[in-house]
């Protein structure tokens, strides 16, 4: 996690809060069970992820679309199986 | 102090339907407006609305706001405000075909009118036969309103202010309100945001109950802060369940999906609505559905494993419909329930949704509060919109899609009232208080320095655990009495949280403990105000008083939070156009 600083990371964090309680609940757990051990290219993908519209963002989830992107579709797939 | 100050017109604090709606009134008119938010303002809880906005347009069937009007006094159960009521409804074509306009993508009829929906409650000539009046952009509709609102703003010049956190009201020795102090998460700075008007548009604050339809950010600040700086809060007994939440996640399936035909089910297979409601059957109001299938289930007929919820039935809809009219809705229930409900049915139970009362206003978005003989007199300078407030359209029990509309119309008039106050009365700033933002000092100086507290999130299941057990959909005396005495322990130890984190740059952990202080003020209300009202009313369902007692009760509660303490003012029976609209039983 050296490439990102802890402020960051708090960052993240707290764009990680969305409008959708559908969304809170994946995220709370990947946060929980994933997030601290991501490697800064995963850390990555997860923030661009995050630019998402909420809707979007958990069509995505939710396995309805697709990203182009195959590193951040990595993170998808966490996401899809947590 | 040396606490940084910024000027501003008008400060709005809220960027969701109802943020963003009153603060293009005021950009537009050429105030210089800031809206804060804590999270991007198209992020807003209003982004979760899915089912629709009501406006008695009449493309569909015919319709009229009249009727309109009337479900919404019948399915407030007679507490709503019908001035208030009469203004949303009468109002609400234009402000659909106003969001029309602004470029909201709405779905439509063939003839290229805005298609309308059927939605619970929602009928023709006075209760007689369901309509159409729901309008809706697919499944998006609250999101498809955030981002048009939101680009609207942008174009008008609206300032926003992203990732803070407003802390406190300031008023000052008048009473008046002259500003916010706020939080700027970036750099973990208290400023001092003064103003001639201020506006709460902070949503909901569902995260009080363990049950919830609503997303982590519903945190009640608004009204946390209206309890700190001495402004009552009104009707906080009333709550609204929606009936269909996935059991054990809160997901909500919108209502939609029994306008196009869903059906509930108990374990015997039978659609027991109805036997509760022959008329509207699946349709009839949420509390009443809500309160239907908890009967099913106390009586033993539940489905599952501990016989706890009820089957929502789609499937003989056909997947067509199924994916076409209700797309969200089956990835939902395969996420949060684990089943296709082009197959199977999926298990829901009541889930905590939406809070009727709020900070107390009029029609105007004034926020009004007892002063000597005066139940309803203006606190200058402060207006509130949106779930926060409490007009009151919804009474004990708000029909759905009319919050949507609450939004874009008293958001509007709220905008409006704002702009005439601030033109007509306030040439400028009123004066700072010396100890404008001592409160909120105070307040983060004590989690810095507290030792030997609790964690946040352990307090905050013990205060969601609590109103879930003590003040859900079946209430009692006993049951609430308790609710009482526990609430008040959990805000004892809310005084003693504590955070590890006591860094200043984007220190969530310090936003979270400040949040579950407004939480347990909206929890500690809700108890308080319950636990005094002696009858049944819409979502309030006293099982020791099951019947409405208008004589008594038809009255609206306000909660003082420094005493701990409930006065109560009369509803207002005066409509501005029509007759009165007196209580009925409510039947469906
Ligand atoms: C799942 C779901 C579905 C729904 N569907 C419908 C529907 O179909 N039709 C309908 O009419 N209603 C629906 N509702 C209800 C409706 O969506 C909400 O009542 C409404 O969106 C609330 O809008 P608002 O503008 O009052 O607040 P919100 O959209 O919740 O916005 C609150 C804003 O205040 C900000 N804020 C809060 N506290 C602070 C603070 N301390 N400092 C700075 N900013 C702060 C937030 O960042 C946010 O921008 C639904 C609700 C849910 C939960």
């Not at chain 2, 569909?60 to 208030?84: C, F, I, N, P």
């Not at chain 2, 109950?209 to 007994?237: H, K, Q, W």
């Not at chain 2, 949507?404 to 009365?425: P, Q, R």
């Not at chain 2, 609430?480 to 609430?487: F, H, P, Q, R």
């Amino acid at each position: 996690m050296t490439d990102f600083d802890p402020v960051e990371l708090k960052r993240i964090r707290w764009h990680s809060r969305r409008g959708l309680l559908e969304l809170d609940l994946v995220l709370e757990r990947f946060l929980a069970q994933r997030f601290d051990s991501l490697s800064p290219a995963e850390m990555s993908a997860y923030k661009a992820l995050l630019e998402l519209p909420d809707n979007d963002f958990l069509d995505v989830v939710n396995g309805k679309t697709d990203l182009d992107d195959p590193s951040i579709m990595q993170i998808v797939e966490i996401l899809r199986a947590i | 102090m040396g606490v940084p100050v910024r000027r501003f017109d008008a400060v709005i604090v809220g960027g969701g339907g109802a943020g963003l709606r009153a603060a293009l009134q005021l950009s537009e008119s050429g105030l210089k407006t800031a809206v804060l938010s804590k999270v991007f303002p198209t992020r807003s809880h209003t982004v979760a609305a899915q089912g629709g906005i009501s406006a008695s347009l009449g493309n569909v069937q015919e319709d009229r706001w009249e009727w309109h009007m009337y479900d919404t006094v019948k399915g407030s159960d007679w507490l709503g405000d019908q001035d208030a009521i009469e203004f949303m409804c009468r109002k609400a074509p234009e402000a659909v075909i106003e969001l029309e306009h602004f470029g909201m993508p709405f779905d439509r009829l063939e003839n290229g009118k805005i298609y309308q929906r059927p939605f619970g409650g929602h009928t023709q000539n006075n209760g007689q036969t369901p309509v159409q009046r729901a309008c809706a952009a697919a499944d998006r509709t609250g999101h498809a309103m955030l981002h048009t609102l939101y680009q609207r703003n942008v174009r008008a010049n609206t300032q926003f202010f992203v990732e803070w956190m407003a802390l406190d009201l300031i008023r000052d020795a008048d009473g008046d309100v002259v500003g916010v102090t706020a939080l700027e998460m970036e750099t973990g700075e208290v400023f001092i945001l003064h103003a001639k008007a201020v506006l709460f548009a902070t949503g909901g604050a569902g995260r009080i109950y363990a049950a919830s339809t609503n997303a982590f950010i519903n945190t009640g600040d608004g009204l946390g802060m209206c309890v700190r700086a001495g402004i009552p809060l009104e009707d906080m007994e009333f709550w609204q369940f929606h009936p269909t939440g996935v059991a054990g996640a809160g997901v909500l399936i919108t209502e939609g999906v029994r306008g196009e035909g869903g059906i509930l089910l108990n374990s015997n297979g039978e659609r027991f609505m109805e036997r509760y409601a022959p008329n509207l059957k699946d349709l009839a109001p949420r509390d009443f559905v809500a309160r239907s299938m908890e009967q099913e289930v106390l009586e033993g007929r539940g489905c599952g494993p501990n016989k706890d919820y009820v089957l929502l039935k789609l499937d003989h809809l056909g997947p067509d419909i199924i994916k076409q009219r209700l797309p969200g809705i089956r990835e939902i229930a395969i996420k949060f329930a684990g089943v296709d409900p082009i197959k199977e049915p999926i298990p829901v139970i009541p889930t905590c949704h939406y809070m009727m009362g709020g900070i107390p206003t009029n029609y105007r978005g004034e926020v009004v509060i007892p002063q000597g003989d005066n139940p309803e007199s203006r606190v200058n300078g402060f207006f509130a919109a949106g779930e926060c407030a409490c007009a009151s359209v919804h009474g004990a029990n708000r029909l759905g899609t009319n919050s949507l509309l609450d939004l874009v119309v008293f958001g509007k008039s709220a905008g409006d009232s704002m702009v005439e106050y601030i033109k007509n009365e306030m040439p400028t700033w009123k004066d700072l208080p010396a100890d404008a933002a001592d409160r909120s000092l105070a307040r983060i100086a004590r989690l810095d320095g507290q030792t030997n507290g609790e964690e946040v999130a352990d307090v905050r299941t013990a205060m969601q655990r609590t109103v879930q057990a003590r003040a859900a959909v079946f209430r009692n005396a006993d049951n609430l009495s308790k609710g009482v005495t526990e609430i008040q322990q959990v805000a004892e130890r809310v005084k003693r949280t504590q955070i590890k984190d006591k860094s200043k740059v984007f220190n969530t952990a310090r936003v979270e403990a400040l949040e579950l202080e407004n939480l347990i003020e909206v929890a500690v209300a809700t108890l308080i105000a319950a636990d005094a009202r002696k009858e049944s009313r819409g979502a309030h369902a006293h099982a020791d008083f099951p019947n409405r007692d208008d004589e008594v009760w038809m009255k609206h509660s306000l909660y003082y939070g420094d005493e701990r303490r409930l006065s109560y003012k009369p509803v207002h029976t005066k409509p501005l156009s029509v007759d009165y609209i007196p209580p009925k039983e409510r039947t469906f």
